[in-house]
């Protein structure tokens, strides 16, 4: 920000903020807030007009409260969580039933019987982060907790491309930048799209949104865009791309046969693959067909792609030879066997031989969050540290359902037979299972197992009014703290706009009472205030300005201030640039010290839905009869997952309270369905209502809904009740990718619809739960 802008913010009264759709100001006035994009922002992110209805909306949590079973009965197993009512108690007395409770877990079952959950987006503040909170309480408190590893978004690519590149955050952060692909790229080639709602989030704050115009000027140079998959809006306007409308879960047989045009037509870089790859020949003769007797070519992927045989050969044709760019999103592998597209996706690049050049190779996952595709901050940021676990125990994110309904069994994940534990409390603070995880009615069953579920939370999400103990906590605008990300220059200090709702308080300030009831209030807060904590945080940022010899004002200066320019690394494309430089002297992270299209790490552990190298293996669940349609459950426009979902701005872009499920007009009218419609959407696992808005853009028997719209059963006493408001998780499927991964396949389920003709049931799901009326 400028020096002109920030006068005009001070001079309004608007205050420096932070989130992780992008930095912004934010004043109250007439008892309302008012937030302001970051000056500096080229595209702002319109989800910040969510704070100004949901900082004091009666979604929020003013007290703390305790289920009424568990505060009359005592902790155990439970069917009444999320059928309960919630009695208000004190401060006092909510931390100390809690610390009571953790105490018997501890020293009863240990440490290794305490789940921390605690999954999420939270605050962008480096201090006030929700997660390394409670993981430094639960490690320093309790002596450690069974943890969760990877991603929902990109959980079986996080466990895959270690063993086939070696560098997660290398190919993901520093490969292919926005800048190369705006100077660069002559054809870009993404499967599943870079729809600019990703990338407009970043962990940490954003303080200015490039990507559009980024393929803006690379569209008007001459650089080609084209689009794979089933949405034409996963690329904006701007990108002026050709969309090719292929079936959901197609995309590693469409990879194939553009592939095996190219060997087939000798336009493959056979010197590239020659000295930078392992495994070749292995894959080559698969692709050509003489291990299975069928060649993966054009007119093979044609009916599996819903690509004609002739568009595919064009393809191929049109990327060889070209400084080409090939990307593939996260959605791709959040489904049934999702290492297979990522892996193909390398093979792909890698046969066109521009893996390590500017603006050419493989890029996976760029425009999936706003921190991929730019440079590295040139200094340490602010990290507060979580301490150490003392629990070696852990499961892969997406599997906890499985974990809490099947403790002591075995089962399979990268290479290892691994047993689930036996977890007597869960403790969540920051984030939403009811929002990532799939099958909720399965959820709710797996919640109901435990002794005693624990939930800091802001409002009344789904996964609170399944809790046993509630305790509300501020909103990011109610708490000071430093806003900053690894790939953005901006240092933001979040100065607080507004006093904090009702009782609310920071988790830091809950985890420093509570473990004092545990006797380690010193160890926690090492006897540091708030400001004390960020003070010391800060430290180490300032002192490596200054041995830059740039700029570095101390603490009390950077807090009056709007925030600071870091400066930042060279785009120098990362290890892969230099592999592509020197194979021999800067050698991947890998076994082989090369690109691995065959893993002979991978082909030993003799997983069938994981082989040795890419192989189409095909959706386990296709639609049929009972359940026609492709539910696509992707990310929201309006909101970050379900965070602040009953703020203006994601309100607005609903119907009649309901979120907006999108179908091609021909799907609709076989239905007897009209624009604006309610409709049932139902399979085998549950059922929801949401609102129909009909469009071209979207492939035919492809039917979308976002994910996010909070969980809002119509008779929470059922075991399987409709949810009136529209979360694609009660339809969604609660299983592993494969064994090697086990990621979550949240994106892709099938469903059947009908229009919705009865009475409208109310949205309840912004509504405080029912609760006694006088306080303990």
Request: glycine share 10%; charged share 20%; with cysteine.
């Given at each position: 920000m400028d020096q002109d802008d920030a006068r005009r913010d001070a001079a309004d009264g608007f205050i420096p903020h932070s989130s992780h759709w992008g930095v912004f100001s934010a004043r109250m006035k007439d008892g309302r807030v008012e937030v302001r994009p970051h000056a500096a922002d080229p595209d702002p992110n319109g989800i910040i007009e969510n704070f100004p209805t949901a900082l004091r909306h009666r979604a929020r949590i003013a007290q703390p409260m305790v289920r009424r079973g568990w505060l009359e009965n005592g902790p155990g197993p439970d069917k009444r969580r999320g059928r309960d009512d919630f009695v208000p108690v004190s401060w006092e007395k909510a931390l100390d039933l809690l610390g009571g409770e953790l105490k018997r877990v501890r020293d009863g079952a240990g440490p290794g019987a305490i789940f921390g959950g605690s999954y999420g987006w939270a605050s962008a503040g480096r201090f006030h982060h929700a997660q390394s909170q409670i993981h430094r309480f639960l490690n320093v408190a309790c002596g450690g907790y069974v943890k969760s590893v990877n991603s929902y978004s990109s959980g079986s690519s996080q466990v895959l491309i270690p063993h086939i590149i070696g560098d997660y955050e290398g190919l993901t952060k520093r490969n292919v930048s926005w800048e190369q692909i705006a100077e660069h790229s002559e054809i870009v080639l993404a499967f599943g799209?870079?729809?600019?709602?990703?990338?407009?989030?970043?962990?940490?704050?954003?303080?200015?949104?490039?990507?559009?115009?980024?393929?803006?000027?690379?569209?008007?140079?001459?650089?080609?865009?084209?689009?794979?998959?089933?949405?034409?809006?996963?690329?904006?306007?701007?990108?002026?791309?050709?969309?090719?409308?292929?079936?959901?879960?197609?995309?590693?047989?469409?990879?194939?046969?553009?592939?095996?045009?190219?060997?087939?037509?000798?336009?493959?870089?056979?010197?590239?693959?020659?000295?930078?790859?392992?495994?070749?020949?292995?894959?080559?003769?698969?692709?050509?067909?003489?291990?299975?007797?069928?060649?993966?070519?054009?007119?093979?992927?044609?009916?599996?792609?819903?690509?004609?045989?002739?568009?595919?050969?064009?393809?191929?044709?049109?990327?060889?030879?070209?400084?080409?760019?090939?990307?593939?999103?996260?959605?791709?592998?959040?489904?049934?066997?999702?290492?297979?597209?990522?892996?193909?996706?390398?093979?792909?690049?890698?046969?066109?031989?521009?893996?390590?050049?500017?603006?050419?190779?493989?890029?996976?996952?760029?425009?999936?969050?706003?921190?991929?595709?730019?440079?590295?901050?040139?200094?340490?940021?602010?990290?507060?540290?979580?301490?150490?676990?003392?629990?070696?125990?852990?499961?892969?994110?997406?599997?906890?359902?499985?974990?809490?309904?099947?403790?002591?069994?075995?089962?399979?994940?990268?290479?290892?037979?691994?047993?689930?534990?036996?977890?007597?409390?869960?403790?969540?603070?920051?984030?939403?299972?009811?929002?990532?995880?799939?099958?909720?009615?399965?959820?709710?069953?797996?919640?109901?197992?435990?002794?005693?579920?624990?939930?800091?939370?802001l409002a009344w999400t789904a996964t609170a009014r399944h809790a046993d103990i509630v305790l509300p906590c501020t909103m990011t605008l109610e708490r000071e703290d430093i806003g900053a990300n690894s790939n953005d220059p901006l240092l933001v200090p979040m100065r607080p706009i507004v006093e904090p709702y009702g009782q609310a308080r920071d988790d830091y300030d809950i985890f420093a009472d509570l473990a004092e009831r545990l006797g380690a209030r010193e160890a926690f807060t090492e006897g540091r205030s708030t400001r004390q904590w960020l003070e010391h945080l800060y430290e180490p940022t300032r002192a490596a300005l200054a041995a830059k010899g740039l700029p570095a004002p101390g603490f009390a200066a950077f807090w009056e201030s709007d925030g600071y320019e870091l400066p930042q690394q060279e785009d120098d494309g990362g290890k892969l640039r230099a592999f592509r430089q020197d194979p021999e002297g800067k050698p991947l992270p890998t076994p082989s010290g090369k690109l691995e299209i065959f893993s002979e790490t991978i082909a030993s552990f003799g997983e069938a839905d994981c082989p040795g190298h890419p192989t189409w293996l095909g959706p386990v669940h296709v639609p049929d009869a009972a359940a026609p349609y492709v539910l696509v459950a992707n990310q929201p426009r309006t909101r970050l997952h379900s965070q602040l979902d009953f703020g203006g701005h994601s309100d607005a872009a609903k119907h009649r309270g309901r979120e907006v499920a999108r179908m091609h007009p021909q799907d609709a009218a076989r239905q007897g369905i009209a624009d604006g419609d309610i409709v049932r959407l139902f399979n085998e696992r549950g059922a929801c209502l949401a609102a129909v808005r009909l469009t071209e853009d979207i492939r035919q028997g492809v039917i979308q809904l976002p994910t996010g719209a909070w969980y809002d059963p119509a008779d929470p006493s059922e075991d399987k009740p409709l949810c009136v408001h529209g979360n694609p998780n009660v339809l969604t499927k609660d299983v592993g990718t494969s064994a090697l991964a086990q990621g979550c396949t949240g994106q892709l389920t099938t469903v059947q619809v009908e229009r919705f003709d009865g009475n409208l049931p109310p949205i309840l799901a912004f509504e405080p739960p029912g609760a006694a009326m006088a306080a303990e």
């Open positions: 799209g870079m729809a600019l709602k990703n990338s407009m989030v970043a962990g940490g704050g954003v303080s200015r949104h490039v990507e559009r115009g980024a393929m803006e000027r690379a569209a008007a140079r001459g650089c080609e865009f084209v689009l794979v998959g089933p949405l034409k809006a996963d690329l904006p306007d701007e990108a002026k791309a050709e969309w090719v409308a292929s079936i959901p879960a197609s995309d590693t047989a469409l990879m194939m046969g553009i592939v095996h045009t190219l060997v087939s037509e000798g336009l493959h870089d056979r010197a590239f693959l020659d000295r930078y790859t392992v495994g070749w020949p292995v894959f080559e003769r698969y692709l050509m067909g003489k291990t299975d007797g069928q060649p993966k070519d054009a007119a093979w992927a044609a009916p599996l792609t819903g690509v004609p045989a002739d568009e595919i050969v064009a393809l191929a044709r049109r990327l060889a030879g070209k400084r080409a760019v090939i990307v593939v999103s996260h959605s791709l592998q959040r489904a049934e066997h999702g290492e297979q597209p990522v892996w193909m996706g390398m093979v792909l690049a890698a046969a066109l031989g521009q893996i390590g050049l500017p603006g050419g190779g493989y890029a996976y996952a760029l425009g999936a969050i706003a921190y991929y595709g730019r440079r590295f901050n040139a200094v340490p940021l602010p990290t507060f540290s979580q301490g150490r676990n003392g629990v070696a125990d852990y499961i892969p994110v997406a599997r906890i359902s499985d974990m809490l309904l099947k403790p002591g069994e075995s089962y399979r994940y990268n290479g290892q037979t691994r047993t689930y534990p036996a977890i007597k409390l869960v403790y969540w603070a920051g984030g939403n299972p009811f929002h990532h995880h799939q099958d909720l009615n399965r959820l709710r069953e797996a919640f109901s197992r435990i002794d005693t579920l624990v939930v800091h939370e």
